[in-house]
């Protein structure tokens, strides 16, 4: 039956049958459960916004790009050392969870917010991995509505996307400032923000980069501005069902490989002379530990003993996977800000690889 | 007369192999329901309507049932189902209003009328619905101009702001008065009633022809005008093959209001999408939708067997 799961079958279908896929399934190990099923399938399935610049989105080779690619990318490279085993599935912010329940995708990697009623149990029941972009709600208006405070939007429309974190917090923030407005909104992010830009509302409210990635694609990006406003805490990361650890514990450690190797300032083009230095210095027994030279990390967690240097070699570090996708290198040009390493004051931070 | 050994008897063979069938069919239900659960409880979800009651978070723009964010997920998800009561009840009258004329224009003596009818009913019921009301939404109705230089109309005014209906002021720049339509509304109505009229339209054409002609030429011998021709003769024996017709299309109508979801109008639909994303309810909130859906029809149903069972021809 869980090949009914992988039909694109209507949602709730989906959900019985998918739900129904794992019925008398044995309580999952490591390596076994969702984990071993990729890997026997020999490709990843990963649910994707695909038009958030910076993000996820085709370039002009029809190729996915982005953070959040990149997050589906490391786990296909540490799993097949191939980073585009990997088969996309755009999901809009309403059908995410439903997908990713439904086992329509593998891994959900859309720039959803982790929130404790998302991770509960007895809530939505996902299994957030770490946060890979640390965010704040925003706001952005036309510069030429001389709008520069969210007093200034009341009794105004504001666009925002539906089923977000964005549209509560849009509705607390209000209502605790008892600011009245009207809120209309649209199922994907391509209808909001064509409606903002036909003048339906005064303002259109998401996260501050995914405004900021947004405003890129604009016919007049220096037309629209972001007011100083931060709505809300946004961590931002991929997530998985519960009660999988295979899987979880897998992908949680592909994104921390990514930010010790910055942290022990190896990137994607230092990796063969790291590697070479471990193999021929057995007193370097942290980097040897990290780059699977010694011991058995990799294989405790499913994975090939040489999956970080695999990740590293394919999609770099995670300052490399930064600055590429929205930092410097990138048109967003977004400031790492919180996302810096801990060391220079930011919250990316690894536990040992031990 | 030797009694029939059952398995010869036709009778109790088909009741045998329906009862077989009938149970079958349970059990494959039993056996997904006990699988549905089983998951459901590994996963650590039960099914339960007790969320129902906390309190939504979020705020919808319109509703004609008053609601505010701090209002439960129950009282969210009735403002919906009134919303979509809203459209399909006002659709329903226009649509029929617009489908009738249409209907009958196509056997207009007038060239012209007849081609429009025709050229209309052919378009749009080509066109598929959703691609008709993104139509609407973002190339009509968004592209209006704003409040000062508001579309005037008799007795209606366009703007981006909304569409006013009986005789809105322009005051500071800002249209007020009158009764005020978002242009979500306004473009789902729109886009809803022409694409049902049209369907509603071939329904009324379809049983003006059962009419035979000597009907027509016998009030119009009488002296009768083609107009009162066609209220007082013709439209009352063609009802009774009109309303089964109508039927079916009042249900689509209801059905298609939910597209509304694509369009930004906060309908039943749009409002249960949101309520699944905050509180991860997917099979609650589904079945709650096809049964609130379901019952609407069913309504709609009992109506029109009602209106169907009236315009019958009575045996005398």
């Known amino acids: ?46 649910g994707v916004d695909g038009k958030l610049p910076g993000f996820s989105y085709q370039d002009s080779d029809g190729k996915y790009v982005g953070i959040d690619v990149d997050v589906c990318r490391a786990l296909a490279a540490a799993l097949f050392n191939d980073p585009n085993k990997v088969e996309y599935r755009e999901l809009t912010s309403s059908e995410r969870f439903t997908a990713l329940a439904s086992g329509e995708v ?39 509505s001389g709008i520069t405070s969210l007093k200034q939007l009341a009794g105004k429309t504001i666009c925002t996307e539906n089923g977000t974190t964005t549209e509560l917090n849009l509705a607390d923030r209000f209502r605790e400032q008892a600011i009245p407005y009207t809120p209309v909104k649209y199922q994907t992010g391509d209808q909001t923000y064509a409606a903002y830009l036909q003048g339906r509302c005064a303002a259109v409210t998401s996260d501050r980069s995914q405004l900021a990635a947004k405003k890129t694609s604009f016919p007049d990006p220096a037309a629209h501005t972001l007011l100083p406003d931060v709505l809300s805490k946004e961590p931002l990361g991929p997530v998985t069902v519960n009660n999988d650890s295979g899987l979880s514990d897998a992908l949680r450690w592909v994104l921390f490989a990514t930010m010790q190797a910055e942290e022990s300032g190896i990137t994607s083009k230092n990796i063969k002379e790291k590697l070479a230095f471990a193999k021929a210095n057995p007193n370097q027994a942290d980097l040897r530990r990290f780059l699977g030279v010694e011991g058995e990390l990799g ?20 300052g490399e996977i930064y600055s590429r996708n929205v930092g410097s290198e990138s048109k967003l040009k977004l400031d790492r800000g919180l996302n810096r390493s801990y060391k220079d004051g930011g919250l990316i931070y690894s536990p040992p690889f031990r | 007369m030797t009694a029939l050994p059952w398995w010869r008897d036709s009778r109790k063979v088909g009741w045998l192999v329906q009862a077989a069938v009938g149970l079958g069919l349970l059990l494959v239900v039993a056996l997904l329901l006990s699988n549905l659960e089983h ?35 129950g009282r969210a998800l009735l403002a919906g189902l009134v919303n979509t009561l809203r459209v399909v009840g006002i659709g329903l009258v226009l649509a029929t209003g617009l489908g009738v004329v249409a209907g009958a224009a196509s056997f207009s003596t007038n060239p012209l009328l007849r081609g429009l009818s025709r050229t209309y009913v052919e378009v749009v019921r080509n066109i598929p619905l959703l691609l008709q009301l993104v139509f609407w939404y973002f190339a009509v109705f968004l592209t209006l101009p704003p409040a000062n230089q508001a579309l005037q109309l008799p007795g209606l005014q366009l703007a981006k702001s909304g569409v006013y ?18 242009l979500e509304l306004a473009a789902l109505l729109t886009g809803l009633v022409i694409y049902s009229a049209a369907f509603i339209a071939e329904v009324v054409r379809g049983g003006i022809a059962s009419v035979p002609k000597g009907q027509w030429e016998a009030a119009e011998s009488l002296g009768l005008k083609p107009l009162a021709t066609l209220r007082l003769v013709v439209l009352p024996q063609a009802l009774r093959v009109i309303v089964p017709g109508l039927n079916s ?13 694509a369009i930004g109008y906060p ?15 997917g099979i609650e909130v589904f079945l709650l939708l096809m049964a609130v859906y379901l019952g609407l029809d069913l309504c709609i149903s009992v109506l029109m067997n009602g209106l169907e069972r009236l315009v019958s021809l009575k045996d005398r």
């Open chain 1, 1 to 46: 039956m869980r090949s009914f799961s992988r039909t694109p079958a209507a949602l709730l279908l989906g959900l019985l049958f998918g739900l129904g896929g794992c019925a008398g399934g044995q309580d999952q190990g490591p390596g076994a459960g969702r984990l071993a099923a990729i890997k026997a399938r020999g490709t990843l399935s990963c």
């Open chain 1, 106 to 144: 593998d891994v959900l990697s859309r720039n959803s917010t982790r929130t404790l009623s998302r991770d509960a149990t007895g809530g939505n029941g996902l299994e957030f991995a770490p946060t890979i972009y640390y965010d704040g709600q925003g706001v952005m208006v036309p510069v030429a």
């Open chain 1, 299 to 318: 294989q405790q967690l499913g994975l090939p003993a040489d999956f970080v240097p695999r990740i590293i070699a394919s999609v770099g570090n995670y």
């Open chain 2, 39 to 73: 998951n459901l409880t590994r996963a650590g979800l039960r099914l339960t309507l007790g969320w129902l009651n906390q309190p939504a978070g979020f705020d919808i723009a319109e509703t004609l049932l008053p609601y505010r964010a701090s209002d439960s997920y």
């Open chain 2, 165 to 182: 209906l009986l005789g809105a002021r322009l005051v500071n720049g800002e249209l007020v008065g009158g009764w005020r339509l978002s």
């Open chain 2, 249 to 261: 299309q009042y249900i689509s109508l209801a059905k298609n209001s939910s597209l509304a979801v």
């Open chain 2, 267 to 281: 309908d039943l639909y749009a409002v249960a999408e949101t309520t699944l994303n905050q509180t991860g309810r």
